[in-house]
């Protein structure tokens, strides 16, 4: 099971755009400086996401450095899908070239918001830059609604992506809520996506959403930890709040749903207390180690644990 080491890290809201939230996160392993990247997204005064990230130590997991005074990169051309918020999601390196996948928001005007994924390359580990205006994977005839928070292995030469995909809105309390299950997609150069249609992780009786996959690859298994809800009083505390669930795979596609034992649950007190989400896996030496976030969809900050 994972033992919970505790809040990491919140932001302060000393600039105009991190007043809010640090959530969703994803990392750059730097061994040779011993440092531990950690990317995530905060929200400025108008709840607009925006891309940062903060320097931890590999051993302690103490911040060595805090966020820049500006955002990783700034939001899109007016239009464009990630006009309206930004949200890192996964890195993976390849050499010396880094590939972030990110959520671009952008709001309508029946609902509520609308999900892209986007790519940003960096060079040095440091600075990011678009690698398109456009997304990389949106809506199409298929999925005609929305996509969002992603995971990406290279595995068999061949880039592998489980991410969110909407399956509808319905409404709820006057107000349109999205629904949203996993499905799998794969690339060649991890830029062009070929959507299967696969249903990863579908949703369960009274579910509402199942959310960023997060896939390591153990002992001959794909194991994943995603974050699962109800339909109706998700936002508040509730038995409906989310969650940590598990499944494990052979080949990535057919996965069996485990979520009792996903390790982790909520905490009696703190910051965790009233829902955990959006976890990220990874392997760093002999651990291995989940950031989360808790209360209020990241607005208490991150936190980590560490397999036992």
Known sequence: MWEKKGLIYNVDGKFEWNKSHAHVVCVDILEEENILRVFFSTRNGLNQCLPTFVDL???TFEVLKDISPNPLFPLGEIGTFDDCGIMPTWLIKEGNVRKMYYIGWTVRNTIPYHNSIGLAISNDGFSYKKAFEGAILSSNKEEPFFVASNCVI???????MWYLSCIG?????KKPEPLYDIKYATSVDGIDWKRTGRICI???ENEGGISRPSVIIENGKFK?????RGRK????FSDESYR???????????????DDESGIEISKTGWD???IEYPLVFKYNENKIMLYNGNGFGKTGFGYAIWK
């Open 57 to 59: 130590s590999l051993d």
């Open 154 to 160: 290279k595995h068999e030469e061949i880039y592998k």
């Open 169 to 173: 809105w319905e409404i709820i309390d």
């Open 202 to 204: 579908p949703l369960r």
């Open 224 to 228: 994943m930890w995603y974050s699962y």
């Open 233 to 236: 009083n998700f936002k508040t």
């Open 244 to 258: 940590i669930g598990y499944a494990e795979s052979i080949d990535g596609l057919n996965w069996i749903r485990m």
């Open 273 to 275: 207390s009233e829902m």
